[in-house]
């Protein structure tokens, strides 16, 4: 969110479903940050499956948060993509990249930390940029 962030959140092995997208995502975070912003408040995923089962659907209905809208496949809107990249280049350019997932899962967190807020408040700001350009190539890949 602009402005703030919580701490990175690395799953433990296995898949993410819903139940865990629910208990691990969405009842920790989400409903505080809800709770914390009110009404205006509008929440932004994609469409993973696990974001989409009936389970998520019901919880984020039950706890009344709006779910914006979000086309499916749309990487290029997406500023959460662009986190990712950062953080894959910053791990990439470590003298000593992690070897264990231990090592990847301390490194990430640390990378994490350390990304600047300035840095992902300006990917939450260009969305409204992003899709404007997106529509004007008709949904073509927009040059980010």
């Known amino acids: 969110m602009l402005g703030s962030r919580t701490d990175l959140h ?3 092995a296995g898949s993410v479903n819903g139940t865990r997208y629910c208990n691990e995502i969405l009842l920790p975070y989400v409903r505080l940050f809800r709770g914390a912003m009110g009404l205006q408040f509008l929440f932004m995923d994609d469409n993973a499956l ?3 089962t009936v389970e998520a659907e019901q919880l984020l209905e039950s706890e009344d948060i709006e779910r914006m ?6 990487p290029d809107l997406n500023p ?9 280049r910053r791990l990439a350019a470590r003298t000593l990249p992690p070897v264990t997932i231990w090592e ?3 490194a990430l967190q640390d990378e994490w930390a350390a990304m600047p807020q300035q840095h ?5 700001l260009s969305v409204g940029r ?3 350009t997106c529509l004007a190539v008709r949904g073509d890949h927009i040059p980010y």
């Open 50 to 52: 696990c974001h989409r």
């Open 130 to 132: 992003r899709c404007e």
């Open 104 to 106: 990847l899962r301390l």
């Open 10 to 12: 690395i799953f433990d």
């Open 120 to 124: 992902i408040d300006t990917l939450l």
């Open 80 to 88: 959460i993509e662009y986190v990712w990249d950062f953080l894959g």
């Open 69 to 74: 809208d979000w086309p499916a496949r749309s």
